[in-house]
Antibody, heavy 115, light 105 residues
């Protein structure tokens, strides 16, 4: 069965960076793009960007181009998103999801930016 | 493309027929999906390509629409349908609507 398992919650200081992981199982990792989505508390969903696990090609929402960096490790079927220069505006739950239709989602990881 | 969902809050009774709306700022060409998000959970895909029901989703959920206007219908509301519903377009860029919170009376 398809599963996207995300790393645990993170508490990080303003100005720091954090790297989130999303380990895929139950399907061929390179067959589906991995997307990342942000959800601030009580708010709607924002698409951050996607990565093609086969080629490493990335495409970002303009809003997140200087904030997020997407990578993959095909040897471990894991996608990563690094968020840099964190501020309170980056405090949110982040999801990974796959494919054109976002048919499977990770459980989400809460990132809290606080000193 | 911006998506406007209405209403933002909907209160309905078990057994009611419920209709949620999603309007695009431009033609979406039927590249529209719907998600259900229950409190504390990840979104779940209900409908893709306007009217294709995702595997395992009850048949009381259906989607329709064209151009800029799309609709999610729940034919007979169940108590477990309490959730926020989001539309999402993947025709031109990738954007989500602001959501409709569905409450059970």
């Amino acid at each position: 069965q398809v599963n996207l398992l995300q790393s645990g919650a993170a508490l990080v200081k303003p100005g720091a960076s954090v790297k989130l992981s999303c380990k895929a199982s139950g399907y061929t990792f390179t067959d589906y793009y991995i997307h990342w989505v942000k959800q601030s508390h009580g708010k709607s969903l924002e698409w951050i960007g996607y990565i093609n696990p086969n080629s490493g090609y990335t495409n970002y929402n303009e809003k997140f181009k200087s904030k997020a960096t997407l990578t993959v490790d095909k040897s471990t079927n894991t996608a990563y998103m690094e968020l840099s220069r964190l501020t309170s505006e980056d405090s949110a739950t982040y999801y990974c999801t796959r494919g054109t239709y976002f048919d499977y989602w990770g459980q989400g990881v809460m990132v809290t930016v606080s000193s | 493309i911006q998506l406007t969902q209405s209403p933002s809050l909907l209160s309905a009774s078990v057994g009611d027929r419920v209709t949620l709306s999603c309007k695009g700022s431009q033609n979406i060409n039927n590249y529209l999906a719907w998600y259900q998000q229950k409190l504390g959970e990840a979104p779940k895909l209900l409908i893709y390509k306007t009217n294709s029901l995702q595997t395992g989703i009850p048949s009381r959920f259906s989607g329709s629409g064209s151009g800029t206007d799309y609709t999610l219908t729940i034919s007979s509301l169940h108590s477990e349908d309490l959730a926020t519903y989001y539309c999402y377009q993947y025709n031109n860029g990738l954007t989500f609507g602001s959501g409709t919170k569905l409450e059970i009376k």
